[in-house]
């Protein structure tokens, strides 16, 4: 088994011969911590014929890609995988881990931290790193009411999986690093379970994670009929709609249209939430916007704390009147 | 067949606006807020009964939690649970999830021979969605997380239909193992007054530490992994600046605002 000198240890993942963004995102996070510390940052690939990924990797600044390919890693299995990943880290002692909270890193990180005996904090939405190179994973709990900073002091790696949309995608250039190679350590026996059927819908960004402008309803939005106000100001805007889970929940919007713990993460320039109460489960998904407005009949919605600008009144009669003003600077 | 849930009790939803975070001691007040069982992980006792009701068997909650939590495991023997195992020790006080995985994975070694464990996917208050692959580690059998539906056919692998982003798979996969579910897979029954009568002649076990053959040293709050090293309300950070006039002042307002900053 090839070598390790890094200490920050990050699983990207692929479908269909494509990386998967969050893996991307968290290599970028690692690079930035890696700076801090002084650590070489590694991304770890597993599948098979993963090699032109391998190289794919190298472009964003990874010092390492420590790839394991074999026919048996070709589709996911969770034991095969966490063998493979352990031995690595056993081998290796990297100092931290990370994945992405996709449902395959969900699965693969609880199993992996239990073989190693180590910590995981769950769906990380930052992380931070002390002068003595502890992780500090901030995570949301209660629905995103409350946030933790979880550290795990004494046993190594200190893991975490990270929520898709917090981080930024790394730039690519120059390939630098080298690939290394893991020995094959999983035989059939491994493969706990038989692939039968998978069914995927067609892969389409949603336009919410590139938007630059979001406009998300809530509960209070109230009817169906009444959702066409929020999308008229985003299309007038240009932008996408976002939505509470209430709205989700009552049909108005689609689950992926959702924003927040158990949804996406947004990264607009202007966020307008119109009739939602601003609770933190929503609000933990939007990153930073440089202008949040909040339109709410009821002035001491927690919605206002979220913003720069608040409007109080019935968006019934406040959208179309918004929408009617800024048409014309459009228009010229 | 032996299906062994696992529940946990967790304070209602409907009364989290009522939460409180101790400044001093930065641990959260629950004062006055009720507990129920952690709604998928009444999926999943919903799934082990119908699967029981087709093939016959036994159905084992069992939960670590403090003894006041007692009435939570009787709602789940109302719903047809045969028995409850109740771990209950102020050494498991403060687990994470290794710590939590782990005793109850030495619970159910200790229970013995088992087809299935089911599990809600993840909980509604820690939500960390980590335990049951954990479980399944320790215990060495194959999981499957994200499940919407689960077939048996005697004599057969089991037919699991699990979640991924964007689509589902569908896998063969025999047991034991461990499989959590989403709510998808099913509605959970109502429980009757019949039902909860018949449950109180249902046997609640509680072990304690020395019930378990528990080696390592990842148990309690101090011999966690993991360990909360700051707990805060976040803050909201920006205070808005209100347009409180009329609806179209307010409008023309906003617009003129947008254009400058260049949205319009």
């Known amino acids: ?332 | 067949m032996r299906i062994i849930v696992c529940l946990k009790s967790v304070p209602d939803p409907k009364h989290w606006n009522k939460l409180k975070l101790d400044p001093e001691t930065k641990t959260l007040i629950r004062e006055g807020i009720p507990s129920t069982i952690n709604p998928l992980d009444k999926n999943a006792l919903e799934e082990a009964l119908r699967l029981n009701e087709k093939q016959g068997g036994e159905v084992i909650v069992i939960s670590m939690a403090p003894l006041e939590m007692i009435p939570v495991l009787q709602e789940a023997l109302a719903m047809g649970a045969n028995r409850a195992v109740l771990l209950s020790d102020r050494a498991f006080s403060g687990s994470d999830t290794l710590g939590t995985a782990y005793v109850l994975a030495e619970a159910i070694k200790a229970i013995g021979n088992f087809d299935l464990i089911l599990c809600g996917n993840e909980t509604i208050d820690g939500g960390t969605a980590q335990v049951s692959a954990q479980i399944s580690e320790f215990l060495d059998v194959p999981n499957l997380m994200f499940v919407s539906q689960i077939e048996y056919s005697p004599g057969l692998p089991f037919k699991v239909r699990s979640q991924i982003e964007l689509g589902y798979r569908v896998v063969e996969i025999a047991p034991p193992m461990v499989l959590s579910v989403v709510k998808e897979i099913n509605e959970p029954r109502y429980v009757t007054m019949m039902n909860i009568l018949a449950a109180e002649e249902k046997e609640i076990q509680v072990w304690t530490s020395e019930d378990l053959n528990l080696t390592e040293p990842c148990v309690g709050l101090a011999d966690s992994p993991t360990q909360m090293a700051d707990l805060f309300i976040p803050e909201r950070g920006r205070n808005a600046e209100m347009l409180d006039q009329d609806a179209e002042i307010q409008a023309k307002e906003l617009a003129d605002r947008l254009h400058r900053l260049g949205f319009c």
Request: aromatic share 6%.
């Open chain 1, 1 to 332: 088994m090839g070598s390790s000198e890094s200490k920050i240890w990050v699983f990207v993942e692929h479908r269909q011969g494509q990386l998967i963004e969050v893996g991307l995102e968290l290599v970028q996070k690692a690079l930035d911590l890696g700076r801090q510390a002084k650590w070489k940052v590694a991304a770890v690939l597993v599948g098979h014929h993963v090699s032109a990924l391998a190289e794919e990797i190298l472009t964003y600044g990874v010092n390492e890609v420590l790839m394991a390919d074999d026919p048996l890693l070709k589709d996911y299995c969770n034991q095969a995988y966490a063998k493979t990943l352990a031995t690595a880290v056993r081998h290796n002692q990297p100092e931290i881990f990370l994945l992405g909270a996709t449902a395959m890193g969900m699965d693969l990180g609880p199993r992996l931290a239990a073989k190693l005996r180590t910590g995981l904090s769950a769906h990380c939405i930052d992380l931070e790193l002390t002068d003595a190179g502890e992780l500090l994973a901030v995570v949301p709990g209660w629905g995103g009411s409350i946030m933790a900073k979880i550290s795990c002091l004494r046993t190594r790696p200190q893991m975490a999986t990270v929520k898709p949309g917090v981080f930024d995608l790394p730039q690519s250039g120059q390939p630098r690093g080298r690939i290394i190679t893991l020995d094959p350590v999983v035989d059939t026996k491994d493969i706990t379970y038989r692939i039968v059927e998978v069914e995927r819908e067609e892969v389409q960004q949603s336009d919410l994670d590139t938007a630059e402008v979001v406009v998300a309803g809530g509960w209070g939005v109230g009817a169906a009929e009444n959702w066409k106000l929020i999308q008229d100001l985003a299309s007038v805007l240009g932008g996408a709609v976002g939505a509470t889970r209430p709205a989700v929940d009552e049909g108005w919007a689609e689950e992926k249209q959702m924003i927040g713990t158990s949804g996406r993460t947004v990264k607009p320039k202007l966020y307008i939430g119109v009739a939602l109460s601003g609770h933190m489960h929503h609000m933990v998904g939007i990153k930073n916007p440089d202008l949040m407005v909040g339109i709410n009949q009821d002035r001491t919605a927690p919605i206002f704390t979220h913003c720069d600008i608040g409007l109080v009144g019935d968006f019934k009669e406040i959208l179309p009147k918004l929408i009617t003003a800024i048409k014309p600077f459009f228009d010229r």
